[in-house]
């Protein structure tokens, strides 16, 4: 499971 | 990228679209709130300020310069373009009561202990509450034009249909950020109170008023 880093949504 | 996210991203840009036609046409900023907008604009410059290092897609640069862009027009037709039709008086909320708190959550909760990182939480956490002084005027005054609630229902729209993007993203991708699924559910439930009044009457032909 990853994190939101690097983030990808607006 | 999915639906939900492209659906929510377009509501987004909907939103926006749908507060500038209502300033252009009617001339007139009322029933909007500076401080809500003005927060916005903290929120898109503090999180997209990667657009100048970080390449994800045309799709991510063009949404980011657009929202940075529009947010920063809409204060300039609120503050010079239209300023007469603003009036301070009823945009009470005390912002500073919600930029201090975000400060000292993004340095506690981030991904990393980094100027961008806890930038980007900051602005996570800034626009889970930034609607507050819009949602606190709209109670006081406690009735709107029929186009600025459309306005608020395009804005929640787009963080409700957030939530299904977070769920569809876990089990199709294992990716899961709780800094923004918590954030973002806070920020959809302060919706819920507005959807109510705008399903049970501005869907219905009647105008935004609220019980007294």
């Known amino acids: 499971v990853s994190t939101g880093s690097p983030h990808d949504e607006l | 990228m999915n639906l939900f996210r492209l659906f929510g991203d377009l509501s987004h840009l909907a939103s926006i679209l749908i507060l500038l036609h209502k300033i252009q046409t009617t001339r007139s900023c009322r029933g909007i709130s500076f401080k809500t907008q003005a927060l916005y604009v903290t929120v898109f410059v503090a999180?997209?300020?990667d657009l100048f290092y970080d390449w994800v897609s045309l799709y991510n640069f063009?949404?980011?310069?657009?929202?940075i862009s529009s947010s920063?027009?809409?204060l300039y037709l609120m503050k010079v373009r239209f300023r007469p039709t603003h009036d301070p008086s009823i945009d009470t909320f005390r912002a500073e009561y919600l930029v201090g708190p975000c400060v000292?959550?993004?340095?506690i909760f981030n991904y990393k202990f980094t100027f961008p990182e806890v930038l980007w939480s900051f602005s996570i956490f800034l626009e889970s509450v930034a609607i507050l002084p819009q949602l606190f005027m709209l109670q006081r005054t406690g009735e709107a034009e029929t186009i600025t609630t459309?306005?608020?229902a395009a804005?929640?729209?787009y963080r409700a249909l957030y939530i299904p993007n977070w769920i569809y993203r876990y089990f199709s991708e294992g990716v899961v950020d709780p800094i923004a699924v918590i954030a973002g559910l806070v920020q959809t439930a302060l919706y819920v109170d507005f959807f109510?009044?705008?399903?049970t009457k501005v869907l219905q032909g009647q105008k935004f008023e609220l019980p007294a």
């Not at chain 2, 000292?104 to 340095?107: E, M, N, Q, T």
């Not at chain 2, 109510?196 to 399903?199: L, S, T």
Request: net charge positive; proline share 0%; glycine share 4%.
């Open chain 2, 47 to 49: 999180r997209y300020l």
């Open chain 2, 62 to 67: 063009s949404m980011k310069v657009f929202f």
């Open chain 2, 72 to 74: 920063i027009y809409i």
């Open chain 2, 104 to 107: 000292v959550l993004a340095l």
């Open chain 2, 150 to 152: 459309h306005y608020l």
């Open chain 2, 155 to 157: 804005l929640g729209a």
């Open chain 2, 196 to 199: 109510y009044v705008y399903f």
